[in-house]
């Protein structure tokens, strides 16, 4: 009932820059939080940068300093601009909402969308 759908990946030359977009639809109540994740081949999925409802953020320290997650609250959508990627960032990026009130809680995820950075 809820879906996620991602755009922006595709490949991009190293210090250059690319622009994740993840829009929430369908039965859409009580966000917590958005973030993106992403998952190196036979590796857990680790923790990019996540924004709350309340607006703040956290990123991996890994790409402080050159990722900025921002929301669109109107339009339950959540970006990543992504500055000065270096050929490490390559890997698959998956969205993710937290979404629940009270007593509920609800995890989501995207399909995942490939980024790929070349020497």
């Known amino acids: 009932q809820v879906q996620l759908v991602e755009s922006g990946g595709g490949l991009v030359q190293a210090g250059g820059s690319l622009r994740l977009s993840c829009a929430a639809s369908?039965?859409?109540?009580?966000?917590?939080?958005m973030g993106w994740y992403r998952q190196a081949p036979g590796k857990q999925r680790e923790l990019v940068a996540v924004?709350?409802?309340?607006?703040?953020?956290n990123y991996a320290d890994s790409v402080k300093g050159r990722f900025t997650i921002s929301r669109d609250s109107a339009k339950n959508t959540v970006y990543l601009q992504m500055n000065n990627l270096k050929p490490e960032d390559t890997d698959v990026y998956y969205c993710?909402?937290?979404?629940?009130?009270?007593?509920?809680?609800?995890?989501?995820w995207g399909q995942g969308t490939q980024v790929t950075v070349s020497s």
């Open positions: 993710n909402l937290l979404m629940g009130r009270g007593v509920q809680k609800n995890d989501y």
């Open positions: 369908g039965s859409i109540f009580g966000i917590r939080a």
């Open positions: 924004i709350t409802s309340a607006g703040s953020t």
